[in-house]
């Protein structure tokens, strides 16, 4: 019988939280973060993105299981069970993430690269509405978007920024991405558009003095962009696991039949 596997344990900063953690540290030994092979997170979606970047920040390639002790939770399991954390684990089915990455040029002319797990967004930074240009591999295909922002969302980001942007839910395994405009001015007709996962998106700031932008990378955000690019980052894989009858492919196809 195979040994059970090391568990760090990450609890968000709320008293919910902590208080789960300390409650499973009294049940079981848990290592530190570099010698886990899976990590456990306690809270709610922000909390696992920021353990998603954490991992990715240190090149560590293990699963991560979430327990909600937040609000929503769509990428967490449910923290109550009959059975003993190791076990659910080990029942857990794993999901895989590809996350995006932004490479973004500032006025300064710096360049500077972040991975995103849900969006990448643009977003106006004053009153004045944005203008950008949008190219997909190299070609224009709008020379000029009038808007509020535009966002770039995989599917395991289509049910949050994007879907409120009003943009495409996009099933797991579907190797698309979601290109979203946030309250665009012009063209009017234009919401957007489905593109493949080996796509590149290019956007160019226009009139970057009289209409600044800021890209964010999930929590990430930049100022004074002139132009990004964005690429799914293949060679880059993140690993959810997620108790039977609950992982995340079945919630986000559930969500097209919400009403």
Known sequence: MPAAPRLALMP?????????????????????????????????????????????????????????????????????????????????????????????????????????????????????????????????????????????ATPAGSTAYNLSANGPILPMGSNMLALTPISPFRPRRWRGAIIPDHYDVQFRVLEPDKRPVAAVADQKELRDILAVRIRVAQERRLQLLFDPGRTLEERIFAEQFHF
């Open 12 to 152: 968000s900063d709320t008293e919910r939280a902590h208080e789960a953690a300390q409650a499973l540290r009294e049940t079981g030994d848990f290592v530190p973060l570099e010698e886990a092979e899976v990590l456990v997170a306690l809270g709610g979606d922000g909390h696992m993105l920021h353990c998603l970047h954490q991992l990715l920040d240190n090149g560590r390639d293990i699963p991560v299981y979430g327990l909600n002790y937040g609000t929503v939770g769509f990428m967490m399991n449910k923290p109550k069970s009959s059975r003993t954390l190791q076990e659910r684990i080990a029942r857990a089915k794993p999901l895989l993430v590809t996350p995006l990455e932004m490479t973004a040029t500032t006025g300064s002319g710096s360049e500077e690269t972040v991975s995103a797990i849900n969006e990448v967004s643009l977003l106006r930074e004053t009153r004045q509405t944005a203008k950008l240009e949008v190219s997909v591999n190299g070609k224009v295909r709008l020379p000029e978007l009038f808007c509020d922002g535009i966002l770039v």
